[in-house]
């Protein structure tokens, strides 16, 4: 009988000490351990078959997914050992399966047993698809491969023994598959693989927007039939082949990101638009999109890979030019930046200043006004019908708009929108309002040496 035995692997003392791990690496290292670990335990306490084929499945299929990231761990290859051990196991698994299918279809002289999904001729395919993966990994000469291999042609040779005892017998069997995987597997891997070279013959016509849409669709069909997949021998080289253009397309974006920030910046100084150098206009946002792709870049590559220095100084430079190009924008503005001139001449001017200046001093009392300026020279009447949801009613006010003038540094003024209001249907009440620190409240700066009043 076939035997291993395999320790928990824990990190050393010495690596955490060196923080030589990314914490994402970190993370998935433990959720790899702690699924080995699971099929340990349901190997250990004999598991039923139901419990004990996903247990020792999922570490496989854990590895396939996230191999990129793992192979960023400095114990890899002793957590790849300890999986290949307990790949050898899903073999013996699936072989004893085929055996004691075949086993009851002698006994009950039922070839469904034998031929139907999931029975002794699936269950020894299965075998050797999963010790074929082992194989690649480990070569011909290794003794763990030699003794299984030995293990699964005995009991298929006792498979193809109850076939042939009921074919003798006028049991109609069919023939054992020499296909190395199942119709399904192939079927399913033969559509990703297309999926995958349409993504490539996209990447390479440049014609990125195409690629994603394909990446995608390949991403999905490779989710949604994982477990058909998985059984082909060929899947981690698929997998890697379709993690490898998922990166391709994220450094393509980070560029692309990071050259449309880099171009509005231009843009916006080129205009003198400061519009274009807020945290949420343009050119931030495109720097903010390139640094979250970069995030997810580091998620499949691990913060080790080579592209990694390459694009953060990419982005860094494009965020450096726009708070430069900013900077200056914003200087200049500044320095040319006057006092809006007083327009309004009403009657009423002095009575609306004085409710004006003691609702900012009651509202905001630590601000330091230096004044209030008019910048329009009449009232705006609004007059009109409005509707809720119980009600038509008519709305009938003016409006005049003032800034509130605050020395907010040694050398900078703050200029602050506040509104007059007239309620004409309660008797032209006066009301007055701001809206600061609202998502539409503008304000601008110019120099304290320009305030003039």
Request: charged share 25%; hydrophobic share 40%; aromatic share 8%.
């Amino acid at each position: 009988m076939f035997r291993q035995t395999f320790c928990v692997l824990t990190l050393s003392a010495a690596v955490l000490a060196q923080g030589a791990i990314h914490p994402y690496t970190a993370q998935n290292w433990s959720e790899w351990q702690a699924k080995m670990q699971a099929a340990d335990d349901a190997l250990a306490r004999k598991a039923p078959v139901d419990v004990l084929r996903p247990a020792l499945e999922a570490p496989d299929t854990f590895h396939a997914e996230r191999i990129q990231v793992l192979k960023r761990h400095p114990q890899y290859a002793e957590g790849l050992e300890r999986q290949l051990g307990l790949r050898l196991k899903r073999v013996k698994l699936f072989a004893n399966m085929g055996f004691l299918y075949a086993k009851s279809a002698a006994e009950k002289r039922d070839p469904s047993l034998l031929n139907q999904k999931g029975g002794a001729f699936a269950c020894m395919e299965q075998a050797a698809v999963i010790l074929g993966t082992y194989k690649e990994a480990k070569g011909e000469a290794d003794p763990g491969y030699q003794q299984m291999d030995q293990y699964v042609a005995e009991l298929r040779r006792q498979v193809d023994s109850v076939a042939s005892q009921l074919g003798a017998a006028g049991v109609a069997v069919t023939p054992r598959s020499k296909t190395p995987v199942d119709k399904g597997t192939l079927t399913y891997y033969q559509q990703w693989w297309d999926k995958l070279d349409a993504t490539e013959k996209a990447i390479a016509a440049k014609d990125l927007g195409k690629a994603q849409g394909l990446l995608r669709a390949a991403q999905e069909h490779q989710k949604g039939w994982n477990s058909w997949l998985v059984k082909h021998s060929e899947y981690e080289a698929a997998l890697a082949r379709q993690n490898g253009m998922a990166a391709k397309l994220m450094v393509a974006a980070i560029e692309a990101e990071v050259g449309a920030g880099a171009a509005m910046t231009d843009k916006g100084a080129a205009e003198k638009n400061i519009n274009f150098f807020g945290a949420n206009a343009g050119p931030a946002q495109r720097i903010g999109n390139a640094r979250r792709e970069l995030e997810a870049y580091i998620k499949l590559k691990g913060e080790g890979d080579p592209e990694v220095p390459r694009l953060r100084k990419a982005i860094d430079a494009a965020a450096a030019h726009l708070e430069q190009k900013g900077s200056a924008l914003k200087a200049e503005q500044l320095a040319s930046r006057k006092m809006p001139v007083d327009v309004y001449s009403g009657a009423d001017k002095a009575a609306i200043k004085a409710q004006m200046l003691a609702h900012w001093k009651q509202k905001y009392p630590q601000d330091k006004v230096l004044g209030i300026r008019f910048f329009e020279s009449n009232w705006t009447r609004e007059t009109n019908w409005k509707a809720n949801a119980t009600s038509i009613y008519k709305s009938d006010y003016s409006w005049l708009p003032a800034k509130v003038v605050v020395q907010s540094s040694a050398e900078i003024a703050t200029l602050y929108p506040i509104f007059a209001n007239k309620q004409h249907q309660k008797d032209n009440k006066m009301v007055i309002s701001d809206d600061r620190g609202g998502a539409g409240y503008v304000v601008s700066e110019m120099l304290m040496k320009n305030v003039r009043f």
